[in-house]
Nanobody, 124 residues
């Protein structure tokens, strides 16, 4: 069983930055693909970013490309999402997810474990 705990969310003005962290309680963290998703009120959960076990494969949704950066530290069992140039439309609950394969994925159904989510609010 994998437990994921997100931190670093909050309220920020448009144009500002936040860094989300996700700590995983699993000894085999380095063999898991990690992903970030978000869900705005009244909308479906959507893919934001994914990173392979080595960090060699990274993908973003188009709307965050060039503004968000996903990274991981396998020694700390932690994945990060650096969010810059935030926009009001980035407001959502952000979820960390883990997939117990080395193949990256971009859909919710392909991830096996989820964090509880953390609120990110961007004011205009």
């Amino acid at each position: 069983q994998v437990q994921l705990v997100e931190s670093g969310g909050g309220l920020v003005q448009a144009g500002g930055s936040l860094r989300l962290s996700c700590a995983a309680s699993v000894s085999t963290f380095s063999s898991h693909t990690m992903g970030w998703f978000r869900q705005a009120p009244g909308k479906e959960r959507e893919f934001v970013a994914t990173i392979s076990w080595s960090g060699g494969s990274i993908y973003y949704t188009d709307s965050v490309e060039g503004r968000f950066t996903v990274s991981r530290d396998n020694a700390k069992n932690t994945v990060y999402l650096q969010m810059n140039s935030l926009k009001p439309e980035d407001t959502a609950v952000y979820y960390c997810a883990a997939r117990n394969t080395v193949v990256v994925a971009r859909t919710t159904g392909e991830y096996h474990y989820w964090g509880q989510g953390i609120q990110v609010t961007v004011s205009s």
